[in-house]
């Protein structure tokens, strides 16, 4: 989905040609897919990667390319700013222990990492959804990673809107930041997991995904400082969102941004996700394919169709269909956070794959049990809420009703279960990976959660007779009132906000001047290697302690 262009820039006539060849390509994908034995093979998994990397200090380490280059592993991807880069894992069958494989691959790429970039580069592997160290100084367009790609992006880009742009992430004068480039995308890193689908049950499975990802959002919170600032449980969805500086694009009399959770239920055949993305969205990167959409340039079975999957990846919806030319379609779900260690991941995976099949078993089709508007209300919920959001979830028998979010994970856990077990998972793997959820919402300890009351305990630490830094509430965040949240797509266009207790304090940069506690680190410094050395262990994000129970020199 990220192969690179070859080139920086384009005309007019490039552009036409490659609208054509896309409508080329749709005409093609529907007589791959009505092919006998296209998707049929096995459901399989996969995963990428998306990780930080950071110098001794916590900061950002922009050597990307050295480090990869020091890897040798083609399955090491650069991503769009000097300090990211992508691991992409080797997909594994679903049935039998596929998140315990997932998990073991991810560490051992982010072992790989560190084991070649701490020696020579001083830097290591962070899997985290936002670096509490970033700021706007560190995602500039000096901070692009110079491949050709992420540079025809940014002029692709800077057509579309004005330079600078303007970025909210928080709530509060200090929450709007000014950005001039799209290397800010690299302020947030995610866990993109890729399941493959048949064709007849795809347009189903897709809908599902969509309820299933709010509730497994609620509980995966893992992006607490944006460009460091006070955020809110999953501010990596804000930030991505406004990353590009996309406003929409008057397109068919509405605007239509690239990034986001979509506008309707897919309705059709299997091919409609794939349609609304050719006929919806302009062309970023024209790129020619050197091969007819008949060819079979890497002998794989199928057409490469490789203008689709260029455009489709400049489409950036939070569950996106992909076609890939071994002969299969397959769901990208890309809302997780990545961290904060291999087996959180996979155990969120494991509970979004259960639940997204639970709910589409029997032919069933959510698109008729809720309205999209609650759905799309659900997922910006749980990114600002975490588990107190309030959700929506379909009652048979009666109207949707709203549940804590997570009083409802807990309602689903067995859901996702029975989803495991009809899709051949083993029984112990679905227990072992689902009861790592039940301890997180148990305990309330999500990645977010755990920095936010990390940060909270080294500022008291640092508090100076002049006040020192201000403490985080030890509930929700600072910056969950309802307000700049309701601009946001879904943002209560369901129904309004539920009755809650909510801090209306304004968000503010965290407080980065004084070192008063050990080892001299800022704060953000300080909670970020703190936390890189934990994930390092790989033991869950429940058990971790927070910095009072954690000396330095452990």
């Known amino acids: ?130 670096l509490p160290t970033l700021t706007s100084a560190d995602v500039t367009t000096d901070a692009l990673t110079p491949a050709p790609r992420f540079h025809a992006l940014e002029r692709a880009w800077a057509r579309r809107r004005p330079t600078p742009f303007t970025l909210r992430v928080a709530e509060g004068r200090e929450g709007v930041l000014r950005a001039d480039s799209v290397a800010v995308q690299g302020a947030a890193c995610s866990w993109q997991v890729h399941l493959t689908v048949p064709r007849d049950r795809f347009l189903h499975t897709f809908n599902a995904a969509q309820l299933a990802t709010a509730p497994v959002l609620a509980a995966a919170g893992n992006s607490a400082f944006p460009l460091g600032r006070r955020g809110v449980q999953e501010a990596r969805i804000l930030l991505y969102e406004q990353g590009f500086g996309d406003r929409g694009n008057a397109r068919l009399g509405t605007p239509r941004p690239r990034v986001g959770f979509g506008r309707a239920w897919l309705r059709g055949g299997p091919l409609a996700g794939f349609e609304e993305a050719v006929h919806a969205y302009d062309v970023l990167l024209p790129a020619r394919n050197r091969v007819q959409n008949g060819g079979d340039r890497d002998g794989t079975p199928y057409p490469s169709l490789e203008e689709l999957r260029l455009h489709l990846s400049t489409v950036w919806s939070w569950n996106r269909p992909v076609y890939d030319p071994l002969g ?85 856990l067995p859901h996702a279960r029975e989803g495991l077990i009809m899709a051949e998972v083993d029984a112990d793997e679905a227990d072992t990976m689902l009861n790592l959820l039940h301890e997180r919402v148990a305990t309330g300890r999500t990645g977010a959660w755990w920095q936010q009351r990390a940060l909270e305990v080294l500022n008291r630490r640092r508090e100076a007779p ?54 001299g680190l800022p704060p953000l410094h300080d909670l970020t290697v703190r936390y890189a050395r934990l994930a390092e262990r790989a033991d869950p994000v429940h058990t971790w302690n927070l910095p009072a129970d954690l000396p330095w020199s452990q």
């Open 1 to 130: 989905m990220g192969s690179d262009v070859g080139r920086v820039t384009f005309t007019e006539r490039d552009h036409a040609h490659f609208r054509a060849r896309l409508e080329e390509c749709l005409s093609t994908l529907r007589k791959v897919v009505a092919h006998p034995e296209f998707g049929a093979v096995p459901a399989t998994l996969g995963a990428e990667l998306e990780t930080s990397l950071i110098g001794e200090r916590g900061g950002p380490a922009p050597v990307n390319v050295a480090v990869r280059e020091l890897l040798q592993n083609d399955r090491m991807a650069l991503e769009v700013a000097r300090f990211n880069l992508e691991a992409n894992l080797e997909p594994v069958p679903l049935a039998g222990r596929p998140f315990t494989a997932v998990a073991e691959q991810a560490a051992h790429m982010l072992r790989q990492i560190t084991a070649q970039s701490l020696p020579h580069h001083g830097a290591r592997a962070v899997p985290i959804g936002t």
């Open 328 to 412: 299969h379609l397959r769901i990208e779900f890309r809302a997780l956070p990545s961290g904060p260690t291999p087996l959180d991941m996979a155990a969120n995976t494991a509970f979004l794959v259960g639940l997204t099949l639970f709910l589409v078993a029997g032919g069933r089709d959510v698109a008729h049990c809720l309205p999209f508007a609650c759905a799309k209300a659900n997922f910006y919920r749980a990114a600002r809420d975490g588990l107190r959001a309030s959700l929506w979830w379909p009652s048979p028998g009666s109207a949707p009703q709203e549940h804590e979010a997570g009083a409802l994970v807990r309602k689903l």
């Open 466 to 519: 002049r006040g020192g830094g201000a403490a985080l509430p030890t509930g929700r965040t600072a910056a969950t009132s309802g307000g700049w949240w309701e601009e946001l797509p879904g943002g209560g266009t369901a129904t309004p906000e539920p009755p809650a207790t909510r801090a209306e304090q304004p968000a503010e940069a965290v407080p980065e001047a004084g070192n008063r506690g050990e080892p």
